[in-house]
Nanobody
Framework: QVQLVESGGGSVQAGGSLRLSCAPSRFTYLIDCMGWFRQAPGKEREGVAS????????DYTDSVKGRFTISHDNDEKVMYLQLNSLKPEDTAMYYC??????????????????WGQGTQVTVSS
């Protein structure tokens, strides 16, 4: 089982920025697709961004396009999510996920097998 550890959440004012990190603890060779999801209180979990690591193909939900950037450091085996121009509606628990998919199946709607514990992002107006 792949274990994922997130970090980088926090509290910022609207318009601010944060960077989230996600590092698999082992079995990194099994991972070729990773993603970020979020869940706000009383709402369903939402796919935010994904990356197909071998080709660096990314996918974003519409509400974060142009503001969030997903990336993967192939040497350190760490995935990042840069959150810019944050809005109060971005407030949620953010989770990273990992799985093994081909590039066509890797996206924000993929059924990921491994999940992290989550990191809180709070944006105040």
């Amino acid at each position: 089982q792949v274990q994922l550890v997130e970090s980088g959440g926090g509290s910022v004012q609207a318009g601010g920025s944060l960077r989230l990190s996600c590092a698999p603890s082992r079995f990194t060779y099994l991972i070729d697709c990773m993603g970020w999801f979020r869940q706000a209180p009383g709402k369903e979990r939402e796919g935010v961004a994904s990356i197909y690591i071998p080709l660096a193909i990314t996918d974003y939900t519409d509400s974060v396009k142009g503001r969030f950037t997903i990336s993967h450091d192939n040497d350190e085996k760490v995935m990042y999510l840069q959150l810019n121009s944050l809005k109060p509606e971005d407030t949620a628990m953010y989770y990273c996920a990992a799985g093994s998919f081909d590039y066509a199946a890797c996206g924000v709607r993929s059924d990921f097998a491994s999940w992290g514990q989550g990191t809180q992002v709070t944006v105040s107006s």
